[in-house]
């Protein structure tokens, strides 16, 4: 049973750092893409990063120069650093993978999710 579970989540001043985690158990890890969401109050879900298998990554403009992605696969761990966040960083934000990773920026691409961890940005 695939199993994705983040960590890391808090309450941050705008412009300082923080790093989410997401351990993952039950499926290849190297073989899968992975991707970081988030949902703000009232909003739909909106894409944030994703990396390959092969480690090709993508952003969303509102994050591009500030998130960073990476994985760990011996580890079957994904993190995203984000830097220098913004009141509008505020989001529940979830991790999760696809088998087949062919639009990384659609949710409907990925097969599992974890269940969410809240960032809250405050100035």
């Known amino acids: 049973q695939v199993q994705l579970v983040e960590f890391g989540g808090g309450s941050v001043q705008a412009g300082t750092s923080l790093r989410l985690t997401c351990a993952t158990t039950?499926?290849?890890?190297?073989?899968?893409?992975s991707g970081w969401f988030r949902q703000a109050p009232g909003k739909e879900r909106e894409f944030v990063a994703a990396?390959?298998?092969?480690?090709?990554?993508y952003y969303a403009d509102s994050v591009k120069g500030r998130f960073t992605i990476s994985k760990d696969n011996a580890g079957n761990t994904l993190y995203l650093q984000m830097n220098t966040l913004k009141l509008e960083d505020t989001a529940l934000y979830y991790c999760?993978?696809?088998?087949?990773?062919?639009?990384?920026?659609?949710?409907?691409?990925?097969?599992?999710w974890g269940q969410g961890i809240q960032v809250t940005v405050s100035s």
């Open positions: 990396i390959t298998w092969s480690g090709s990554t």
């Open positions: 039950g499926h290849i890890f190297a073989s899968y893409g």
């Open positions: 999760a993978a696809a088998a087949e990773l062919d639009y990384p920026t659609k949710d409907s691409d990925y097969d599992y």
